[in-house]
């Protein structure tokens, strides 16, 4: 075979310390993982609420294997979908306050299939914040729809952008409710209104934010109370703060049944086995139940950020689990990671293109499994690491 991948090349990826090396994971205890035959402090799932372990959650998922076997065999609209499918679509809608909610295979589909199913023709618009996560930049290079970005959570940049369309034109506007590598949290409101003000429809990617914000921790919608009206469609996934796998889109029964007539990530592929939609239902249930582990989420960021504060380690200020430190370099942003990692901590370095250039960063998650000791050795290293590298405080 002498096919070789156009443009690729990995000596100078590893030279510009771009070179992505996938970590096989041996074993895995609540925040303990058995990583490259280390066992490391993880400060860097997704599991904000420490759900991927909860007993109800794990015996969930084994009652259902019994009950269904492993797999879904077909697509939702072939024989895939289960009766276990249809009650956690009904529970997800209300608990959210929309119309009707549907089961997609994951975050990354559910964002091409709204891109897909609603933006079809030249004629449509597609606005985008600058830091949208790849599935909906790539959701919207699949449409004929022309795509622009506006300035980082900037309402009026987005307004501006709005105001060149004819009024016959029609816009979808994409934004993350909790940005998956700043943490910062999108003006939703704000956002809302300009989107009202032109006839827009906004979509809402609530990937980091549901579960973790919010008075009833139901993510960016109930942080800023925002309705159906407010917030058209909103999209959120199983596999953070639920600790499972899997995502849904809530909205209006018209979008969402344009999804099972169009949406071909939902046409086109195996539904979610019914094992982890049982898991799911179960850690909605969790999280609805136990507020304590947003709770406790929430005095371990207030406890990362007074620690970092104190010791003058620069992080930017959220009040989300997602805590980066920004260090413009890529290369020293791997030195951080391996010194981090000597020291018996796991925090991946995140480089472009997953996030803008010169803006390479360790993307630190907190979790409700997380001990303060375990965050005090975080902070220990940091602060001891980050002036031996030159990056000051
Ligand atoms: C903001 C955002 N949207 C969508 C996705 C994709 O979700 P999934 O992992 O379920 O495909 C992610 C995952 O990294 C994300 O961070």
């Known amino acids: 075979m002498n096919y070789t991948p156009e443009g690729l090349n990995l000596e100078q990826l590893q030279q510009q310390g771009l070179f992505r090396k996938e970590r096989i994971v041996e074993s895995k205890d609540g925040t303990i993982i ?3 035959g280390k066992k490391l402090i993880n400060f860097c799932s997704n599991d904000y609420l420490g759900l991927s372990s909860h007993p109800d959650v794990v015996r969930a998922m084994q009652d259902a294997t019994i009950e269904f076997g492993a797999g879904s065999t077909a697509s939702p609209l072939v024989c895939g979908k289960t009766a276990l499918h249809l009650s956690l679509e009904q529970k997800l809608a209300k608990v959210t306050g929309r119309e009707r909610a549907l089961i997609l ?3 990354y589909m559910a964002n091409m299939a709204i891109v ?3 933006a079809r023709n030249k004629s449509q618009w597609i606005f985008q914040d600058k830091l949208c996560h790849a599935s909906m930049v790539d959701g919207s290079m699949s449409s004929r729809a022309t ?3 506006y300035a980082h959570a900037d309402p ?3 307004e501006k952008l709005l105001s060149q369309i004819n009024e016959e034109e029609r816009a979808l506007v994409f934004t993350e409710s909790v940005f998956s590598m700043d943490g910062d949290i999108a003006p939703l409101s704000n956002l809302s209104s ?3 003000q032109y006839g827009a429809c906004l ?4 990937a980091h934010g549901f579960g973790v914000i919010g008075k009833n921790g139901l993510g960016g919608t109930d942080y800023f109370s925002l309705g159906q009206n407010e917030v058209p469609l909103l999209m959120a996934t199983f596999g953070k703060a639920l600790g499972v796998y899997g995502a849904f889109i809530a909205g209006p029964e018209i979008l969402i049944e344009a999804f099972v ?3 071909r990530p939902y046409i086109y592929s195996t539904a979610l086995p019914a094992p982890i939609i049982a898991a799911v239902s179960a850690a909605v249930d969790v999280m609805q139940r136990e507020p304590e582990h947003r709770t406790k989420l929430a005095s371990l960021i207030n406890y990362f950020q007074s620690g970092a504060n104190s010791l003058g380690i620069k992080i930017s200020n959220t009040n989300t689990p997602i805590q980066p430190v920004i260090l413009a370099d890529a290369s020293r942003a791997v030195r951080l990671e391996h010194i981090l990692e000597e020291n018996g901590l796991l925090v991946r370095a995140i480089r472009p293109p997953t996030v803008p250039r010169n803006s390479s960063r360790l993307r630190i998650t907190l979790s409700a499994s997380h001990t303060t000791q375990q965050i005090d050795m975080l902070l220990d290293v940091l602060s001891l690491a980050m002036p031996a590298l030159d990056i000051s405080a």
């Open 105 to 107: 295979s994951c975050g």
């Open 147 to 149: 795509l622009k970005r």
């Open 203 to 206: 979509v809402v990617d609530d």
């Open 34 to 36: 058995n990583i490259g």
């Open 194 to 196: 300009v989107c009202q």
């Open 156 to 158: 009026s940049a987005l």
């Open 116 to 118: 897909s199913s609603l």
């Open 261 to 263: 007539q169009r949406a």
